[in-house]
């Protein structure tokens, strides 16, 4: 009997791999970092064939780990599927006859195109682009990007329009490798953040194939989250397994995190901080600039949600780490925040590549304010950490703005193990926050989905059942210190917007 899923979460800044056992717990895990490129000034890129092998070897580490840790090998015949979840709206495009980028990937935070789609929305396009797609307009999604690499890549767009080339996001590339190139598919939830699909039909929508100059030869399939996306190729693994399940990475914390129910919401902290609440059946279009977008989609129906998102999170925590180097690694936070006290001034606007939701200010940069003379290290570190609480914050604000009630907010990621951090949060939103017994969410979604098509477990309700609470925090600080310091942020990002 096949005993194990492999997840595979391919993220901004590494590459993992998780095997679980039929009770979903963790028995191996790889994982590999990769370089992060900065060729121009807003510009972020990866080398996808980097990404690719970090991710095989990601995969092989897992798979070699447990069986250390089991006492026993493991092959390919003991796994039952892979599900896979990703960075959303990098862009890939590659050479269909070799499987070769043609150029790096452009990552989601590059913010090359931001004046394409300033024009744009001068242009008047941005109503029928948020009907048609939940999302406004904005370099951060994938259509741009692409658009961007068939215009300046030599001869790309006429290798395009011959069908020469394939584009997709990370997902879909990931899928062509180790399917051995028979396999050009995505999931809706991919999809819907390429700024290229309808989510009302679920179709690739023509006016906007039209609006950014995209040939549909490049696309490829969309389908459910939990679908039959073929088999990788037996020389990866020494057999054929079975590829089974696709999902966004923020969808997929979601989705493990086990938000099936509207009005269930999750944080995850991860390079950036993205805040999805469930809206069921029902497209919540935002009047605070929230998004609009698919949870997941099963058996041909979609479930949307709203979503904030946040581009620097873990990521300002890096650029402390590794930019400033002001801390050997992200877990000596923790004790400098301790170490600072409740009633800090300092303000650390992480606007390193422009700010989101709900500003989607693309030409905002970073900057530090409230400095005095005794501000040491401890205060900056401390204002790294609390720019993700006020970051969250500006989401549930507009959240709550749009009508809905936020009473309990569960969270994942990397930052969601800093109890500090989860005990700040709670103060600074003024709700409950609820962090699970397993913090790897995303990759247990992905693991879910392929668990569900593999026909593994039976239903909603029987994951939702798994579902435990480790630790929760509510607001222990008076209303007065949580208007005082959060009137301080607002203060600090108004001095830091490129408008204000």
């Known amino acids: 009997m096949k005993k194990y899923i492999l997840a595979i979460d391919q993220g901004t800044t590494s590459s993992r791999a998780l095997l679980f056992d039929a009770s979903f717990q963790i028995v191996g895990v790889g994982q590999h970092e990769f370089v992060q490129h900065f060729p121009n000034n807003g510009w972020v890129e990866h080398d996808a064939e980097e990404l690719w092998e ?35 709206e990098t862009t890939v495009v590659w050479d269909r006859l070799t499987g070769k980028p043609i150029a790096n990937a452009i990552v989601w935070q590059d913010r090359r195109t931001a004046e394409y789609c300033d024009g744009l929305r001068r242009a008047g396009h941005e109503p029928m682009v948020q009907e048609a797609t939940g999302l406004l307009i904005d370099s951060y999604f994938s259509a741009s990007k692409l658009r961007w690499l068939l215009d300046n890549v030599p001869n790309a767009r006429t290798r395009a329009e011959a069908g020469e080339l394939a584009f997709g996001t990370i997902d879909s590339f990931l899928l062509w490798r180790l399917s051995g190139g028979k396999s050009h598919c995505t999931d809706a939830t991919n ?32 389908k459910d ?79 949307y949600a709203v979503e904030g998102s946040i581009f620097m999170a873990g990521a300002t925590m890096q650029w402390i780490r590794d930019g400033l180097k002001l801390i050997d690694d992200a877990a000596a936070s923790e004790a400098l925040a301790i170490e ?85 949060l709670a103060d600074v939103l003024g709700c409950t926050v609820q962090r ?6 995303t990759a247990l979604g992905a693991a879910y989905m392929a668990c569900l098509q593999l026909g593994l477990v039976e239903s909603l309700d029987a994951l939702a059942a798994r579902w435990q609470l480790d630790s929760s925090w509510q607001q222990v600080q008076s209303e007065d210190w949580r208007v005082r310091h959060y009137t301080g942020w607002l203060e600090a990002v108004d001095r830091t917007r490129s408008s204000g």
């Open 225 to 303: 989250c939990a679908s039959d996306f073929g088999t990788t190729d037996p020389a990866l693994f020494g057999a054929r397994i079975p590829i089974a399940g696709m999902i966004g990475d923020q969808q997929a914390a979601a989705f493990g995190q086990c938000c099936f129910d509207a009005g269930m919401a999750k944080s995850t902290y991860g390079t950036g901080c993205f805040l999805l609440m469930n809206t069921g059946a029902n497209i919540v279009r935002s009047e605070h600039r929230l998004l609009s977008t698919v949870a997941y989609r099963l058996n041909g129906v979609a479930t």
């Open 54 to 88: 970090s991710t095989l070897k990601s995969c092989h580490d897992a798979i070699d780990a447990a069986g250390k840790n089991l006492g026993s090998s493991i092959s390919a015949q003991d796994i039952a599927g892979i599900g896979i979840t990703n960075q959303r």
């Open 340 to 424: 600072t006290g409740d009633e800090l001034s300092v303000y650390l606007v992480p606007a390193f590549t422009g700010l989101g939701a709900p500003y989607w200010d693309a030409e905002a940069r970073g900057a530090l304010y409230g400095l005095t003379r005794d501000t040491g290290i401890k205060e900056v570190v401390t204002a790294g950490l609390l720019s993700v609480c006020y970051q969250t914050r500006d989401l549930v604000e507009a959240i709550r703005g749009d009508g809905a009630t936020l009473e309990n907010l569960r969270v994942d990621g990397g930052m969601a193990n800093n109890d500090w951090v989860m005990q700040k």
């Open 191 to 222: 999809a819907s953040r390429t700024q290229l699909f309808n989510i009302i039909s679920q179709e690739w929508d023509e006016r906007l194939l039209t609006l950014f100059g995209i040939p549909d030869s490049l696309l490829p399939q969309v």
């Open 436 to 441: 699970p017994t397993l913090v790897e969410t």
